[in-house]
Nanobody, 121 residues
Framework: QVQLVESGGGLVQAGGSLRLSCAAS????????MGWYRQAPGKQRELVAT???????NYADSVKGRFTISRDNAKNTVHLQMNSLKPEDTAVYYC???????????????WGQGTQVTVSS
């Protein structure tokens, strides 16, 4: 009962910026954390940044100082501001959400469809 839709991807030159957005709908009140992951061709999906319902953030070392994750006041949208983009940032970026199921008392995970980010040299 959580739906995630990413937007904001595109093609930029190295050194440029993009802002990704992930709109969450459904049982938003039960989400404990959200994050951004990315997957480049031939590589495994990797964590980029996460933010908990309490506002605690975590970043991959490769993006620290360049990327910023945030949520709006209602915590129904998460953003990823990407500055000083590098060609190695090229990947499909996926939004992730974690929630606790009332029915099972277990954690559930949801994923968006992904948005392409391409950085040219």
């Amino acid at each position: 009962q959580v739906q995630l839709v990413e937007s904001g991807g595109g093609l930029v030159q190295a050194g440029g910026s993009l802002r990704l957005s992930c709109a969450a709908s459904g049982r938003i009140f039960s989400i404990s954390a959200m994050g951004w992951y990315r997957q480049a061709p031939g590589k495994q999906r990797e964590l980029v940044a996460t933010i908990t319902s309490g506002g605690s953030t975590n970043y991959a070392d490769s993006v620290k100082g360049r990327f910023t994750i945030s949520r709006d006041n209602a915590k129904n949208t998460v953003h990823l501001q990407m500055n000083s983009l590098k060609p190695e940032d090229t990947a499909v970026y996926y939004c992730n959400a974690e929630r606790f199921s009332i029915a099972t008392a277990r954690r559930e995970y949801y994923w968006g469809q992904g948005t392409q980010v391409t950085v040219s040299s």
